[in-house]
């Protein structure tokens, strides 16, 4: 009896032995696997510095976050989102008018750049579980109508566009970097330095437009007060709706 009991006994302790060397070759499995998928998947961004950045913040760990930090980080992605999309379609419906006059490889310019910015928050919406504007079908019909509207005024009258909506935009980005310092400076670094960057673009573009005439544009002071005003709603709606 007492050598059949100590076979027994060696024999669990060598089934123990065999199933946690399973469940350890199992786990190196599963996590060399993980690393695979990681290097596998294509970059947040064509850009490196800002693939990077947005690598860092997809990889933030949301069930750590209070809810008014969530709140926060779903309303900026959610209408920086939409505005970068409006943008967009703007400079779209500048270049189907004007693309192939002198002002065209400028606005190109201008609109891939926007093209980046909408890539990022693209890649961030998904990543944070932020949720999109419902407005975006207006926007893609909105944007485009007062790019072309606009441009079909004439050079001056879309470069009034550009210097009104950067305006508004520059002044948005401002006070959402004020948000995210108040809320955490250190886990919003990354955020920070994405809308840093993005804020300085459309700074280029606002004084682009001022450099190719924006003032100039018939009624320029109401046309550009009509536009930052629609601006500001559009922002307004977007972050709650």
Not at 182 to 191: K, R, T
């Amino acid at each position: 009896i007492v050598r059949l009991s100590r076979r027994s006994v060696n024999a669990g302790q060598s089934v123990s032995r065999v199933a946690i060397r399973l469940l350890s070759s199992g786990s190196q499995q599963q996590q060399q696997q993980q690393e695979q998928q990681q290097q596998s998947r294509p970059p947040l961004h064509r850009d490196p510095e800002l693939a990077q950045l947005l690598g860092r913040i997809a990889s933030l760990d949301l069930a750590k976050l209070t809810p008014e930090t969530r709140a926060l980080l779903d309303r900026i992605v959610r209408v920086d989102h939409a505005g970068e999309f409006g943008a967009d379609r703007i400079y779209a419906g500048q270049l189907a008018v004007l693309g192939g006059t002198p002002t065209g490889p400028l606005i190109r310019h201008m609109h891939e750049q926007e093209q980046d910015h909408l890539a990022a928050f693209e890649a961030l919406i998904p990543a944070l579980r932020a949720r999109p504007t419902v407005l975006m079908p207006f926007w893609r019909v909105a944007g485009f109508a007062l790019g072309a509207g606009t441009a079909l005024i004439g050079k001056e009258a879309a470069m009034a566009c550009t210097v009104a909506v950067e305006a508004e935009i520059q002044e948005h980005y401002n006070a959402q970097l004020r948000s995210l310092l108040a809320d955490n400076p250190e886990l919003h670094a990354d955020l920070m330095r994405v809308i840093a960057r993005f804020r300085d673009e459309e700074a280029e573009h606002h004084d682009t437009g001022l450099r190719e005439d924006a003032e100039s544009a018939p009624a320029y002071p109401a046309l550009s007060a009509a536009i930052r005003a629609g601006c500001r709603v559009a922002i307004f709606l977007s972050e709650r709706i």
